[in-house]
Nanobody, 124 residues
Framework: VQLQASGGGLVQAGGSLRLSCTAS????????MGWFRQAPGKEREFVAA????????DYTDSVKGRFTISRDNSKNALYLQMDNLKPEDTAVYYC??????????????????WGQGTLVTVSS
């Protein structure tokens, strides 16, 4: 399966962006999906994950209350609504498809399919 992320861009602090990720087929419809990000000079970090039916959502502490992950399996799509963006949110954001139906807390090890990334830049 191929994942295509989009929706990144330049936004001022306090602004919003919505990232989208489209899968090439329905392979991941029964799998957990997630978003990761990687800032310059830093390791890739977990941002959010959503279970196969959307009933369970996990977030890293720094984005709780500001970001919302969602999915639409009928469209093979994954979304990340990002509100109240901060300069420290600046990074390349990657969508990913996981091994199981729920996120198991193992970060990138839990995911096997990766999109190409979309750049989010938040200015102060």
């Amino acid at each position: 399966v191929q994942l295509q992320a989009s929706g990144g861009g330049l936004v001022q602090a306090g602004g919003s962006l919505r990232l989208s990720c489209t899968a090439s087929d329905r392979t991941l419809s029964n799998n957990v999906m997630g978003w990761f990000r990687q800032a310059p000079g830093k390791e890739r970090e977990f941002v959010a994950a959503i279970s196969w039916r959307g009933g369970t959502r996990d977030y890293t502490d720094s984005v709780k209350g500001r970001f919302t992950i969602s999915r639409d399996n009928s469209k093979n799509a994954l979304y990340l609504q990002m509100d109240n963006l901060k300069p420290e949110d600046t990074a390349v954001y990657y969508c990913a498809g996981g091994r199981g139906s729920f996120y198991d807390g193992r970060g990138p090890l839990s995911f096997v399919s990766w999109g190409q990334g979309t750049l989010v830049t938040v200015s102060s």
